[in-house]
């Protein structure tokens, strides 16, 4: 079941979409903060060339009232960050289910030109067992998938 929020109302241009990714985590927030800062840097200037789709997966069935208000923060936070950069036509989806099989979908639904993904920097141990949404989605995305890895604090 899928809920959506509109932030302000994807335009209805010729633009290419990007989805991105995101979870509870930093690292996925860093993804959509360097989405923002990289694809839509001259937003205050001139008109974006790109429409973006902020996709979070819920892993597992939740109660609907539950499910509204995860949705609600979510919705929150990618709004204000939108908002700072002066991106106000971002759309943000809530889907219950594998982030692997939900962000692949969210790309074939949206014809989207780029699918960005948080990395969480796991270790290839860690990886086999819990499986990585980054590798899945480079392998079975039907667009360019950019991992964005948050970069370490200085010692």
């Excluded at 969210?106 to 819990?130: C, D, E, M, N, P």
Aim: aromatic content about 6%; charged content about 20%.
């Amino acid at each position: 079941m899928a809920s959506e929020s509109s932030v302000a109302g994807v335009g209805t241009g010729e633009k290419q979409v990007i989805v991105v990714g995101i979870d509870e985590g930093e690292h996925s927030e860093y993804a959509l903060q360097w989405t923002l800062d990289h694809f839509f840097a001259d937003a205050r200037s001139r008109p974006p060339v790109f429409s973006l789709v902020v996709v979070y997966a819920r892993p597992f069935p939740t109660s609907v009232a539950n499910l509204r208000t995860i949705a609600a923060g979510v919705a929150e936070r990618v709004k204000q960050l939108c908002e700072s950069r002066s991106v106000g036509d971002a759309l943000v989806e809530m889907v219950e289910g594998d982030a692997r099989e939900v962000l692949c979908d969210a790309v074939k639904r949206h014809q989207a030109t780029v699918l960005v993904v948080g990395s969480h920097g796991y270790g290839s141990i860690k990886r086999a067992f819990l499986g990585s949404v980054s590798d899945h989605c480079a392998h079975q995305a039907n667009c360019t998938v950019m991992i964005v890895k948050k970069p370490q604090p200085s010692k």
